[in-house]
């Protein structure tokens, strides 16, 4: 493959439904990253998955944000009940090993 | 607790001047520090990470410990350096990077 990818690449949503995306990594690639990129906010962390072991959720910022890892490749980052504050850029980004991060085009949510 | 500060949200420059983005950050330990950069409409991509302490599109960071700083310097800037760049902090050899809030940075000509 060419890259991480990511779907949908836009995401419109009304406030109160729920989203799914998604994350295609880079073959081979053991470790994986969500992080949401917000105007004035920077990057900020949501969830890391590493080989099998358990996943690092300590960024998700409420109850609304799950994601999961099937077969150690593609990736969903779910929102339930999505806020106005959810918009934002969602990143993946994935990596062999440490310091070689590969980020994704990022999924663009806006929330209505 | 881990903390990345970039101090500048935009900074504006003229081709050919010298530029340098600042970044200080806060970790009890021994951090390995990195800046990305995200050019219009592309994905985000590294730059460098200090431990490599090579030189990438004219770019250096420095890792000072005793001023907790890793700032980016380019003596002298491009047009295509035009972009958002993001210092970052690892604590461990895996897991989350920190960011910064980045740092807008034009070059203008």
């Known amino acids: 493959g060419a890259g991480v990818s990511q779907s949908p690449s836009n995401k419109v949503t009304e406030k109160g439904k729920d989203v799914e995306l998604r994350c295609d990594p880079i073959?081979?690639?053991?470790?994986l990253y969500w992080y949401r990129q917000s105007l004035g906010q920077g990057l900020e962390f949501l969830i890391y998955f590493q080989g099998n072991s358990a996943p690092d959720k300590s960024g998700l910022p409420s109850d609304r944000f799950s994601a999961e890892r099937t077969g150690g490749s593609v990736s969903t980052l779910t929102i339930q009940r999505t806020q106005q504050e959810d918009s934002a850029v969602y990143l993946c980004?994935?990596?062999?090993?440490?310091?070689?991060?590969?980020f994704g085009p990022g999924t663009r949510l806006t929330v209505t | 607790a881990q903390r990345v500060t970039q101090p500048e949200k935009l900074l504006s420059v003229f081709k050919g001047a010298p530029v340098e983005l600042k970044c200080n950050y806060s970790?009890?330990?021994?951090?390995?520090l990195f800046w990305y950069v995200q050019y219009s409409r592309q994905r985000l991509q590294l730059l460098l990470r200090?431990?490599s302490r090579e030189s990438i599109k004219g770019f250096t960071a420095d890792l000072n410990k005793g001023e907790t700083s890793f700032h980016l310097k380019k003596p002298f800037a491009q047009e295509e350096d035009s972009a958002m760049y993001y210092c970052a902090l690892r604590g461990s050899t895996l897991g989350r990077l920190y960011f910064g809030r980045g740092t807008q940075l034009t070059v203008w000509p």
């Open positions: 970790y009890s330990g021994s951090p390995e």
């Open positions: 073959s081979g690639h053991t470790a």
């Open positions: 980004a994935s990596s062999l090993g440490p310091g070689t991060e590969y």
């Open positions: 200090h431990i």
